[in-house]
Structures are given as structure tokens and as C-alpha cells.
């Protein structure tokens, strides 16, 4: 659709075309859309283009951006053409086999960061087990965060895939200590013969998939189209790894253990159910977003 443009524009041009294509496309973001790919393209920051709205660009670098523009207006959201992220105002490298960090999350790990200061650090320092850890958020975040509190830190993961991005972003933050497992939920880590796990946590955390399987075709066509059902299925109801993990935590869960999981804005009534059905809990908590949306669930082992 651009070959009836005059090729070398200004910058403020490109990002106007920009803008109006995003727009008629659906795009939720159209102006900041616009900026993030100008600013990846040119490999600067907001404050360049602010200084230099004025400035053309030539033919090649109009060629450039434009290709990227029909990239975004095909759905694809920013942070896979980027392949970049911020999360906890850390950079976070991101692709199609793992889903985008979002704010909400943040809740979460705030959480857990707020629930291990007011703790006694344990002889040998926090076990930390971080469930379903896909691009590695959680698990980066919390060693960054928490430093120089002493813990052990483990993100497991179905996805290998997933867990080579773990990897990537735990060495871009300096937080390679972080040990990461591949398995299902807690197939990785072996019981004993009464049952309990040979290893044992003072905090799980987890992301899990929790959107209805009837659901997923009703997304944003950027979520549906691009990020990991494998991350985002949850079941026919979308609590199926909630009762996984409910059933099988309190035996890796040392005394007066906690869980922490993140949920969906309509789930923390199901959950606080399904909690009280486990048995082996205490009453839950559910701990709001800033949006005031339900958003985490806190879970202390001892009924």
C-alpha cells in the first residue's frame, strides 16, 4: 500500500502514515506503536524522535519501516518484532514461544518480593519454586528484586523453547544463579517413600495457563494468533493447572508454606472455592490489581 508514497519523508510523516494504518487496522496503541518500531528501527530512544521529528529519512529507511509497520498491522504485537519487553523495569527478551510479560503480573511479583522481606531468612536462604516460568519474568525478577537476600531460586517449565529464553534473560540481568527445569508442574521433582517432596519451598509462585479453552478464539487476534496456547489454555474452565497445583503443593511446601498464583479478573471466587476444597490450606487472600481486578491468590499451607 506504499508505493504511491513519496519515499523519503520526514520523520513526523512516517509516524503519522504510521498511526492512521494501526488505527484502521484494530490496533490498540496506534501512536506508541508507531514510535516503538521507529525508535527499534533506528536503534534510539522516545527523546530522538521528540528532537528530531523534523528530520527525513531516506528511501531505504523508509523501505525498512514500512516493512515493519505491515508486520504490525498484520497482528503481530510489537514485542515479537522487537523482541523486547520491560517487566519490573527490567529488559526482557521475548518471542513467539513465550507469552509477553504484561503489568498485571507485576501485582505478583510484588507479592511475593513484599512476602519474603517480612520473613526470617531460613539456614541456607529462601527456596524459591517458580511454576510454568515461561520467558522467565517471575523468576529474573524476584533474584534481581530481592538481592542480596540469600535464596535458591528454580523456574521449571513444559516448553524447552520457553526455558532457552529463561536462560537468555537470566544472563542479560545478572541473575544466573537461577536454575531452570524442564517438566510438567511438579514432575521434575521426585517425592519420597511417604509421599512428600524431596525438595521442599518457602514460596511457589506461579503464572499458570487460566483462560477457558472456549474462550481463546474470542482474544485479541495478537493474543490468539500469536502467543503460546500451550501458555494460555487452562481448560474447559480454565482452572485445570489451579487444581493441579492445589492438589500436589503442599508436598513440596515447607511448613507454613506459601503459594502464590496469579488469576484472572472473574477467578478469585472459583479459586478461593477450590482452595477450601484442597483441604490442606488455610483461608486464602485475594490480592487486587491496580486496575482493582482480582489478581492474586495467597495460599499458606496448615489447615
Not at 199 to 224: G, H, Q
Amino acid at each position: 500500500m506504499w508505493k504511491e508514497i513519496y519515499m523519503s519523508l520526514l520523520i513526523k510523516e512516517l509516524l503519522h502514515l504510521a498511526q492512521v494504518r494501526f488505527t484502521d487496522e484494530g490496533c490498540l496503541t496506534p501512536g506508541l506503536d508507531a514510535e516503538i518500531l521507529l525508535c527499534y528501527m533506528l536503534n534510539r530512544d522516545k527523546s530522538y524522535l521528540f528532537l528530531h521529528y523534523g528530520d527525513t529519512l531516506d528511501e531505504k529507511a523508509c523501505e525498512e519501516y514500512f516493512r515493519l509497520v505491515d508486520i504490525r498491522a498484520s497482528g503481530k504485537p510489537v514485542q515479537y518484532i522487537t523482541a523486547q519487553q520491560e517487566f519490573m523495569g527490567l529488559p526482557f527478551i521475548v518471542n513467539e514461544h513465550v507469552l509477553i510479560p504484561r503489568q498485571d503480573t507485576e501485582t505478583l511479583v510484588e507479592t511475593a518480593i513484599e512476602e519474603i522481606k517480612k520473613r526470617e531468612v531460613p539456614f541456607g536462604g529462601f527456596r524459591i519454586l517458580d511454576l510454568c516460568c515461561g520467558s522467565g519474568s517471575i523468576a529474573v525478577s524476584l533474584a534481581y528484586h530481592l538481592k542480596p537476600v540469600k535464596m535458591k531460586i528454580i523456574g521449571s517449565d513444559i516448553s524447552v523453547e520457553a526455558l532457552n529464553i529463561a536462560k537468555i534473560n537470566a544472563k542479560i540481568n545478572e541473575v544466573e544463579e537461577i536454575q531452570f527445569i524442564e517438566g510438567d508442574l511438579f514432575t521434575p521433582f521426585p517425592k519420597n517413600k511417604k509421599g512428600a517432596g524431596k525438595k521442599k519451598f518457602d514460596l511457589i509462585i506461579s503464572n499458570p495457563p487460566y483462560i477457558p479453552s472456549r474462550v481463546l478464539p474470542t482474544l485479541m487476534r495478537e493474543v490468539r494468533d500469536h502467543e503460546p496456547m500451550l501458555a494460555l489454555d487452562g481448560g474447559e474452565d480454565g482452572v485445570d493447572f489451579y487444581i493441579k497445583i492445589l492438589r500436589e503443593a503442599p508436598a513440596y511446601l515447607k511448613k507454613d508454606g506459601l503459594l502464590l498464583m496469579e488469576i484472572g479478573y472473574d477467578q478469585g471466587e472459583i479459586l478461593t472455592a477450590l482452595t477450601e476444597a484442597a483441604g490442606a490450606y488455610k483461608p486464602v487472600k485475594i490480592i487486587k490489581d491496580l486496575a482493582g481486578n482480582d489478581r492474586v491468590v495467597r495460599i499458606t499451607l496448615g489447615g
